[in-house]
C-alpha cells in the first residue's frame, strides 16, 4: 500500500539517485538548480530556504518496504487557494507500475482535504510524454498557456496543467 509522509533530509540521497542523466534532471527540476548532478545535500539546502514558510510542503511516498516517490507542494497565492505541484519523480525502477498516478492521486487528496486548496496547477515539459500522461490519468487538464525555457542550448516547451476540486 502506498502512502504519503512528510519528506527526511535522509530521503535526499535516494530522491536524488533517481536522476540517471542531464536531461532527466531538467525534466525533473526545470531551471531551480544550477549544476547536474545534484547531491543529497544540494536537495536539502534547497529545501532549507524554504524552512520557515508555512505555503512549502515536500512529500515522499513509500510502501512497506521503502520510498518509491517524491514531489513538493506549494502555495502560490496568497489566499493558499492555488497549490502548485513540482519535483514530481518515481524510483526510476518502479516507473510503468502505478506508483506515479497512486502518489499524485494521494497528493491531491492531501491538497484538497487537509489544506484545503481549490486549485492544483502543475507543468511538465513537451518531452516527458509519460509524465504528462501520468497527469492526466490523474485529472489534470491542459490550459492554454506554455511558457518555452533554454535547456542544453534548445527550445523545452513547458504545458500547464490544473485540476480544481469539485
Known amino acids: 500500500m502506498l502512502r504519503l509522509r512528510p519528506y527526511k533530509a535522509c530521503d535526499a540521497k535516494v530522491v536524488v539517485s533517481w536522476i540517471k542523466d542531464e536531461i532527466s534532471f531538467h ?22 530556504s524554504f524552512a520557515y514558510e508555512d505555503n512549502f510542503f515536500q512529500m515522499t511516498a513509500f510502501d512497506e518496504s521503502e520510498i518509491v516517490g517524491h514531489l513538493l507542494m506549494r502555495f502560490t497565492d496568497e489566499e493558499k487557494k492555488i497549490l502548485r505541484f513540482g519535483f514530481v519523480i518515481v524510483d526510476d525502477e518502479k516507473r510503468g507500475k502505478g506508483y506515479g498516478k497512486k502518489m499524485l492521486q494521494l497528493a491531491i487528496q492531501f491538497a484538497f482535504d487537509i489544506v484545503k486548496a481549490k486549485k492544483i496547477t502543475i507543468g511538465v515539459f513537451e518531452n516527458n510524454e509519460s509524465a504528462y500522461h501520468c497527469y492526466k490519468a490523474v485529472g489534470f487538464q491542459d490550459i492554454e498557456q506554455v511558457q518555452s525555457y533554454c535547456i542544453l542550448g534548445e527550445e523545452w516547451k513547458c504545458k500547464e496543467l490544473e485540476i480544481e476540486k469539485e
Open 27 to 48: 525534466k525533473w527540476c526545470a531551471d531551480r538548480f544550477e549544476h547536474y548532478p545534484i547531491t543529497g545535500e544540494d536537495l536539502n539546502n534547497y529545501y532549507q
